[in-house]
């Protein structure tokens, strides 16, 4: 069957799998059941008290690999009809098996998250033990650990490098990457559903674009696998959108980050799929500090809500001065400096406290813009996400002559 063709049912199929979720999401039934086996929230930034149901991920998870395991044999089933088996494309038939059974992993992981609250500790080993399949499909299929090397550094390394193993390394963490980057920014409604799709929307135009190249069956498997994950999560998003009336759970952005990481480097795009990442990347080297430890870290550092306003503004983390490292006081000193957080000193009850803005780049953007509405947040966040995406695309289609022989 013809690239097009089996992109037309994929379409197809994604119409159907949104219908379904929509249905699913939209059923009291099935929000009735989270809420009575305990997966259930309530939304930090609204007066109500109303139960939310929590980890409807999971819903969207189980559309998404039912209407990928329908669709299995579409791509592949041209060689029967014209009795040509022998042509049958083995490789990529595993490749596209063992992509399902990454993300079906990745759902299972998450879920289990979602169920136990696992410690970050685990967070960070779950998608590596998820993409173990992955890597040794790249293995066995003879995947290239060659990369051509940037041209202003060529008179050192040469035009091209072999990694060996560190490119296996690299994989594994871009898998890692993926599906934390989307967790950690988090905390209003919409955000984790939002992101993933401007991201989703940004690599089915790349893969597009890229379709008539030499490289164009690479771009049609990611495709594949791309179009049903937009239905379900645009649907997702309905729902999740503010005010918002089901929460994503941690499943959901297990299942967008390990859709993400596998279409990445199945099709030979990985440090493309970099580039759509740009405010995960911001957002992960600004929450370092405190995600490793040198500043202390709460609980939660979703921004803070004003009942009086109606308003979120920034959170705080609050703590003795002796609770931070020379490192950590460097660190926030330097953040200081530069404006990058609201540092206070001398603060509490007997003045001997010291408070920062919690980092986080939804705390960033409301220090910069002030305390202002959590649905006007995220359509802020989702415009960054989007300028950065055609800022992506400058740099994939222009700049990249800078850098390489194109």
């Known amino acids: 069957?013809?690239?097009?063709?089996?992109?037309?049912?994929?379409?197809?199929?994604?119409?159907?799998?949104?219908?379904?979720?929509?249905?699913?999401?939209?059923?009291?039934?099935?929000?009735?059941?989270?809420?009575?086996?305990?997966?259930?929230?309530?939304?930090?930034?609204?007066?109500?008290?109303?139960?939310?149901?929590?980890?409807?991920?999971?819903?969207?998870?189980?559309?998404?690999?039912?209407?990928m395991f329908l669709f299995i044999p579409v791509p592949f089933i041209r060689p029967y009809f014209l009795g040509e088996k022998g042509v049958f494309e083995h490789q990529e038939f595993a490749h596209f098996l063992c992509a399902l059974l990454c993300i079906c992993c990745m759902i299972f992981l998450g879920f289990a998250d979602d169920v136990f609250d696992l410690r970050w500790r685990h967070k960070l080993v779950m998608p590596t033990l998820a993409s173990l399949p992955l890597l040794m499909v790249y293995l066995v299929g003879a995947g290239s650990t060659t990369i051509i090397v940037p041209k202003p550094l060529r008179f050192l390394l040469g035009f091209d490098v072999n990694l060996g193993i560190l490119y296996y390394v690299f994989m594994g963490m871009l898998a890692i990457f993926c599906t934390?980057?989307?967790?950690?920014?988090?905390?209003?409604?919409?955000?984790?559903?939002?992101?993933?799709?401007?991201?989703?929307?940004?690599?089915?135009?790349?893969?597009?674009?890229?379709?008539?190249?030499?490289?164009?069956?690479?771009?049609?498997?990611?495709?594949?696998?791309?179009?049903?994950?937009?239905?379900?999560?645009?649907?997702?998003?309905?729902?999740?959108?503010?005010?918002?009336?089901?929460?994503?759970?941690?499943?959901?952005?297990?299942?967008?980050?390990?859709?993400?990481?596998?279409?990445?480097?199945?099709?030979?795009?990985?440090?493309?799929?970099?580039?759509?990442?740009?405010?995960?990347?911001?957002?992960?080297?600004?929450?370092?500090?405190?995600?490793?430890?040198?500043?202390?870290?709460?609980?939660?550092?979703?921004?803070?809500?004003?009942?009086?306003?109606?308003?979120?503004?920034?959170?705080?983390?609050?703590?003795?001065?002796?609770?931070?490292g020379p490192v950590g006081h460097v660190l926030l000193k330097l953040l200081a400096m530069f404006r990058l957080v609201s540092l206070d000193m001398n603060v509490g009850v007997k003045g001997e406290e010291m408070r920062v803005s919690n980092l986080t780049i939804l705390n960033f953007v409301l220090r910069v813009i002030g305390p202002t509405h959590e649905r006007t947040l995220v359509i802020y966040m989702l415009a960054i996400q989007a300028l950065s995406s055609c800022m992506a695309f400058i740099i994939r289609y222009f700049l990249v002559r800078l850098f390489y022989d194109v």
């Open 180 to 324: 934390n980057s989307i967790n950690i920014l988090a905390g209003i409604n919409g955000i984790e559903v939002g992101q993933s799709v401007v991201i989703g929307g940004s690599i089915v135009a790349f893969n597009l674009l890229e379709l008539p190249s030499s490289w164009g069956s690479k771009h049609a498997f990611s495709l594949y696998l791309l179009l049903p994950f937009m239905g379900v999560s645009l649907a997702l998003l309905k729902h999740n959108w503010y005010p918002s009336r089901v929460f994503v759970g941690d499943t959901y952005c297990y299942f967008a980050g390990m859709t993400f990481a596998v279409v990445g480097i199945l099709g030979h795009f990985s440090k493309t799929m970099g580039l759509f990442f740009m405010p995960q990347i911001f957002n992960f080297l600004y929450s370092a500090p405190q995600l490793f430890g040198l500043i202390p870290c709460p609980r939660h550092r979703l921004p803070k809500f004003d009942p009086t306003t109606g308003l979120v503004g920034n959170s705080y983390a609050q703590f003795q001065p002796s609770d931070v």
């Open 1 to 67: 069957m013809l690239v097009w063709e089996s992109l037309l049912i994929d379409f197809g199929v994604a119409c159907c799998a949104y219908v379904i979720c929509d249905r699913a999401l939209a059923s009291p039934d099935t929000k009735a059941s989270f809420v009575k086996a305990g997966m259930f929230g309530k939304d930090l930034n609204k007066k109500s008290e109303d139960k939310v149901p929590e980890g409807l991920g999971v819903v969207c998870g189980a559309v998404y690999l039912m209407s």
